[in-house]
């Protein structure tokens, strides 16, 4: 068991985290923190996932704003009452953006959130009630409230947590956050994060253009063509625009990864369907994707090309 402690910031290392679950072989990760940058604890939200983790949260102990982004992450996710506090997100616009940029950016970083919730199995309403409390209000949720809303999932006999193992002491080996570090990890991280990519490409279109905008570095060799960020998504929205109905199914099988120097490529093969319910058109055919992945504490998309099979 260990114990991520701390605020979550925006650019920090998250090697620790890695190196702490590998080393002390936990299985069971608890929090103890107040929140923090929301895209640190989202990130570290999917490596738990990823690493087959499961999350506790115990009420001598508190969990609250960004930080109940990252319980969500566990496989069996099991939480006292009033242990994790929600209220609606603060996402501040860089300097120097026009009214208009800002509202963008707040509107993709929420959908961002969404996403991520969706993705971990959790009700989107959990969203929406922290939505109605401020900045400064946090909302503390009751026993019923997390089961409904499937922010826990389980009950303490499905997950090897025990809350009477919990201490808040110098041994309790506290860390701050995650990233892909040791033994493997930087292939299985590469792989589900282009998995992610492309089997949510045809969620609603907000989510999937917020997805794209933090999966790509800001310059990316996008089929043998150096290309900005903004020009890969206006392309991807004009193409969501063209097809409002999506859906996209990678085969287990084709899949390969290799990893070199914080570098992964993965390749593969997929099979797709689009549709346009006002046009009555609908295409679909098998595609090869081929992702370079710069893997770190934001792992981005630094080169991307494929063709369509057929």
Request: charged share 20%; proline share 5%; with cysteine.
């Amino acid at each position: 068991m260990l114990i991520v402690s701390g605020e979550f910031g925006a650019n920090e290392s998250l090697n620790g985290f890695s190196r702490a679950v590998v080393v002390s072989g936990a299985k069971v990760i608890v929090f103890n923190s107040l929140g923090g940058n929301v895209g640190g604890a989202i990130r570290l939200g999917r490596m738990i996932r990823a690493a087959g983790l499961d999350t506790l949260q115990v009420a001598q102990l508190q969990c609250a704003s960004a930080c109940s982004l990252a319980f969500l992450g566990g496989i069996h996710r099991i939480a006292e009452p009033s242990s994790i506090g929600i209220h609606r997100a603060f996402l501040k616009p860089a300097d120097g953006m026009s009214t208009e940029e800002a509202k963008a950016r707040v509107q993709l970083g929420t959908a961002a959130i969404i996403s991520y919730v969706v993705e971990m199995g959790v009700d989107p309403k959990l969203i929406e009630l922290a939505s109605s409390y401020g900045k400064h209000d946090i909302r503390y949720l009751s026993a019923s409230e997390m089961a409904e809303l499937r922010v826990t999932n389980a009950a303490a006999n499905q997950s090897p947590a025990n809350t009477s193992q919990v201490s808040t002491g110098p041994n309790s080996a506290p860390v701050s956050a995650p990233a892909p570090d040791a033994g493997q990890q930087p292939e299985s991280i590469a792989v589900a994060f282009v998995r992610d990519l492309i089997e949510h490409h045809g969620d609603n279109d907000d989510f999937a253009l917020a997805q794209a905008q933090a999966s790509y570095a800001p310059t990316v060799d996008y089929y043998g063509k150096l290309t900005n960020l903004r020009s890969i998504i206006q392309g991807k929205k004009n193409y969501y625009q063209r097809w409002p109905e999506r859906g996209n199914s990678i085969r287990n099988d084709s899949i390969m990864v290799t990893c070199a120097n914080d570098r992964c490529k993965v390749s593969g093969v997929y099979d797709w369907i689009v549709r346009s319910p006002s046009i009555h058109k609908q295409e679909k055919g098998v595609a090869n994707f081929s992702y370079t992945i710069s893997i770190g504490p934001y792992p981005k998309i630094i080169a991307e090309t494929g063709s369509v099979q057929r």
